[in-house]
């Protein structure tokens, strides 16, 4: 299976810092890489798929990029509603992997 | 408006059995893939299973395979996963998720809760 390597675990910005998460896979994907967003006590929501497809709805202060093995999320400036734990996934095959998820903090 | 309900969540013994349901509305059920994610009490999100729209693929996570099945009623609406020979590490909060046709898992049901202990 293919393995997925999430980083950082954790980090704490200042409001209107740019944020990065990456997301690396042991094998290529080629796009097939969302990104989810998960607010303490919220369900998941979907904010990027094909790896940088902004979902409808979500701010564009976020965006994704990468192909292949390597993946970025980027928050361009941190806003205090963005205080949550981003996950990454695969989906271009089963088992569909997430990341082991990255918990942001506003400093 | 696309709706998931789960249900079926309870406490447990190891080695007990459970079933959970989802029943989905506000979308042609039928025509989509359906998946289970769940989320252990202060963890990550962990892909659990998936069933093809038309129910002839499944899937699970090696975690799972052989103890728990996933199925489908498309006349109810309804996605279950039947969960035997629980362990405690199977305590989390079960989630399904609708596949959209991009793939992705854009809709998420509020999740029902399995928690397994002596």
């Known amino acids: 299976d293919i393995q997925m390597t999430q980083s950082p675990s954790s980090l704490s910005a200042s409001v209107g810092d740019r944020v990065t998460i990456t997301c690396r896979t042991s094998?290529?994907?080629?796009?097939?890489l969302a990104w989810f967003q998960q607010i303490p006590g919220k369900v998941p929501k979907l904010l990027i798929s094909?790896?940088?497809t902004l979902q409808s709805g979500v701010p564009s202060r976020f965006s994704g990029s990468g192909s292949g093995t390597d993946f970025t999320l980027t928050i361009s400036s941190l806003q205090p509603e963005d205080v949550a734990t981003y996950y990454c996934?695969?989906?271009?095959?089963?088992?569909?992997?997430f990341g082991q998820g990255t918990k942001v903090e506003i400093k | 408006e696309v709706q998931l309900v789960e249900s079926g969540g309870a406490v447990v013994q190891p080695g007990g059995s459970l079933r959970l349901s989802c029943v989905a509305s506000?979308?042609?059920?039928?025509?989509?893939?359906m998946h289970w994610v769940r989320q252990a009490p202060g963890k990550g999100l962990q892909w659990v299973s998936l069933?093809?729209?038309?129910?002839?693929?499944?899937y699970y996570a090696d975690s799972v395979k052989g103890r728990f099945t996933i199925s489908r009623d498309d006349s109810k609406n309804s996605l279950y996963l039947q969960m035997n020979s629980l362990r405690t590490e199977d305590t989390a909060l079960y989630y399904c998720?609708?596949?959209?046709?991009?793939?992705?898992?854009?809709?998420w049901g509020q999740g029902t809760l399995v928690t397994v202990s002596s």
């Open positions: 998720a609708k596949e959209t046709a991009q793939l992705v898992l854009e809709y």
């Open positions: 506000g979308f042609t059920f039928e025509d989509y893939t």
């Open positions: 069933i093809s729209w038309n129910g002839r693929t499944t």
């Open positions: 094998r290529g994907i080629a796009n097939f």
């Open positions: 094909a790896a940088s």
């Open positions: 996934q695969k989906y271009n095959s089963a088992p569909q992997t």
